[in-house]
């Protein structure tokens, strides 16, 4: 929870609850041979070594308002430390992780670098610093009775749990957990990151059964195994494709190129511009320094192909239909520049990438493609 209550006390309590899977997918990611995470087992988030002393259990509060002497975050966590069904015996360290920065005055903040001795005569300096009458009023307060039932456990009890509590505190926000994990992927492009770290959240929620909920060292490196090779391969972008016309000089540049020079066969001398303008920009994105560059290089020749198919059973049909050589071959070059692009996977490419591509097929001489129709 935060200092203060939403308006919706269900989504802060699941934005709490979310909170508390991040952290223990983060600790999923050091887990060794034989360790496993456990959610709610005896408490939040429970790191299970086969060595005691390697095993942790972490109470995890997400709260705005600060750690002060007298914060409930503290105390209820423990008494239930404390408590005989904990079996602190088990673990090594007890963390309370809090998104909390320390208070000002409190008298907790070399709690870390402490021994269960000092850290013990810290304790009593904060209940005692209570005027005696709050403390044995009739009816305490809240804090007041966590309190007391610490202060009055065992002493040996109580100097044992206090030695094993670590205290971390202004801890990263879900925000920063979960950029944090993005950080320790490796090997996935930018573009499925994202989509590897919800797909782990997934599989961290799925786990949970009305049993147990327990993620081990084994199952966790499989299914980043599983999603490395979901997701290493590039997902394919375009670059950017405006629709470029060219300018006069750049018309005059390329007007002996064979492309241009076939289009001026037919004498569709208005459309060598826009040709000469798809043409260049495909030229220039196959220049461009693009993270996926192979790949791209590599679909442009297996699609321009495809193109090249579909181009020539179009120029046979349109050969088969010609009445004048001049208009039927113009009309056969207005349809394949304005046809839509075919799919490319599960994408469109821009009409400036396809027509551009079928210009560079024309100024292929060994193709031998061109406009013309023959009568």
Same mark, same amino acid.
């Given at each position: 929870?935060?200092?203060?209550?939403?308006?919706?006390?269900?989504?802060t309590?699941?934005?709490?609850?979310?909170?508390?899977?991040?952290?223990?997918?983060?600790?999923?990611?050091?887990?060794e041979?034989?360790?496993?995470?456990?959610?709610?087992?005896?408490?939040?988030?429970?790191?299970?070594?086969?060595?005691?002393?390697?095993?942790?259990?972490?109470?995890?509060?997400?709260?705005?308002?600060?750690?002060?002497?007298?914060?409930?975050?503290?105390?209820?966590?423990?008494k239930?430390?404390?408590?005989?069904?904990?079996?602190?015996?088990?673990?090594?360290?007890?963390?309370?992780?809090?998104?909390?920065?320390?208070?000002?005055?409190?008298?907790?903040?070399?709690?870390? %670098?402490?021994?269960? #001795?000092?850290? &013990?005569?810290?304790? !009593?300096?904060?209940?005692?610093s209570?005027? $005696?009458? +709050?403390r044995?009023?009739?009816?305490?307060?809240?804090?007041i009775?966590?309190?007391?039932?610490?202060?009055?456990?065992d002493?040996?009890?109580?100097?044992?749990?206090?030695d094993?509590?670590?205290?971390?505190?202004?801890?990263?926000?879900?925000?920063?957990?979960?950029?944090?994990?993005?950080?320790?992927?490796?090997?996935?492009p930018?573009n499925?990151?994202?989509?590897?770290l919800?797909?782990?959240?997934?599989?961290?929620?799925?786990?949970?059964?009305?049993?147990?909920?327990?993620?081990?060292?084994q199952?966790?490196?499989?299914?980043?195994e599983?999603l490395?090779a979901?997701?290493?391969?590039k997902?394919?972008?375009f670059?950017?494709?405006?629709?470029?016309? %060219?300018?006069?000089? #750049?018309?005059? &540049?390329?007007?002996? !190129?064979?492309?241009?020079?076939?289009?001026? $066969?037919? +004498?569709h001398?208005?459309?060598?511009?826009?040709?000469?303008?798809?043409w260049?920009?495909?030229?220039?994105?196959?220049?461009?320094?693009?993270?996926?560059?192979?790949?791209?290089?590599?679909?442009?020749v297996?699609?321009?192909?495809?193109?090249?198919?579909?181009?020539q059973?179009?120029?046979?049909?349109?050969?088969l239909?010609?009445?004048?050589?001049?208009?039927?071959?113009?009309?056969?070059?207005?349809?394949?520049?304005?046809?839509q692009?075919?799919?490319?996977?599960?994408?469109?490419?821009?009409?400036?990438?396809k027509?551009?591509?079928?210009?560079d097929?024309?100024?292929?001489?060994?193709?031998?493609?061109?406009?013309?129709?023959?009568?």
């Amino acid at each position: 929870m935060s200092g203060g209550q939403t308006k919706n006390a269900a989504l802060t309590t699941a934005l709490a609850f979310h909170y508390q899977v991040l952290i223990g997918l983060d600790k999923c990611f050091s887990l060794e041979e034989g360790q496993s995470i456990w959610f709610e087992k005896d408490g939040d988030v429970s790191l299970i070594s086969p060595v005691t002393l390697a095993s942790t259990q972490t109470e995890v509060k997400n709260y705005a308002s600060p750690l002060t002497d007298h914060h409930e975050n503290l105390w209820k966590t423990l008494k239930n430390w404390l408590a005989p069904e904990f079996g602190h015996t088990q673990y090594g360290v007890l963390v309370l992780h809090t998104t909390q920065g320390f208070g000002a005055k409190t008298r907790l903040k070399d709690w870390n %670098a402490q021994s269960d #001795e000092q850290r &013990l005569q810290v304790l !009593r300096d904060i209940f005692f610093s209570r005027p $005696e009458d +709050e403390r044995n009023a009739e009816k305490p307060s809240d804090i007041i009775k966590l309190q007391k039932a610490v202060m009055e456990v065992d002493e040996a009890l109580l100097r044992n749990i206090l030695d094993k509590v670590t205290l971390i505190t202004e801890a990263q926000s879900a925000e920063e957990i979960g950029r944090r994990i993005l950080k320790m992927l490796k090997g996935i492009p930018n573009n499925n990151l994202h989509k590897y770290l919800e797909w782990l959240i997934g599989f961290v929620y799925a786990q949970a059964t009305q049993q147990s909920w327990n993620i081990s060292h084994q199952a966790f490196a499989a299914k980043c195994e599983e999603l490395t090779a979901l997701l290493c391969k590039k997902e394919f972008t375009f670059p950017v494709f405006a629709g470029y016309g %060219a300018s006069e000089f #750049e018309v005059d &540049l390329h007007q002996d !190129r064979p492309f241009v020079q076939k289009i001026a $066969e037919i +004498e569709h001398y208005e459309m060598i511009p826009d040709a000469v303008g798809n043409w260049l920009e495909l030229q220039n994105s196959l220049l461009e320094q693009l993270d996926e560059y192979p790949l791209y290089r590599d679909k442009t020749v297996i699609y321009q192909n495809q193109l090249v198919k579909k181009y020539q059973l179009a120029h046979s049909s349109a050969q088969l239909e010609a009445t004048d050589a001049i208009k039927s071959s113009k009309l056969l070059y207005n349809r394949t520049i304005a046809e839509q692009p075919l799919n490319m996977g599960n994408d469109i490419p821009p009409i400036e990438y396809k027509n551009g591509l079928i210009h560079d097929a024309m100024d292929d001489e060994e193709r031998d493609l061109k406009w013309r129709v023959e009568t």
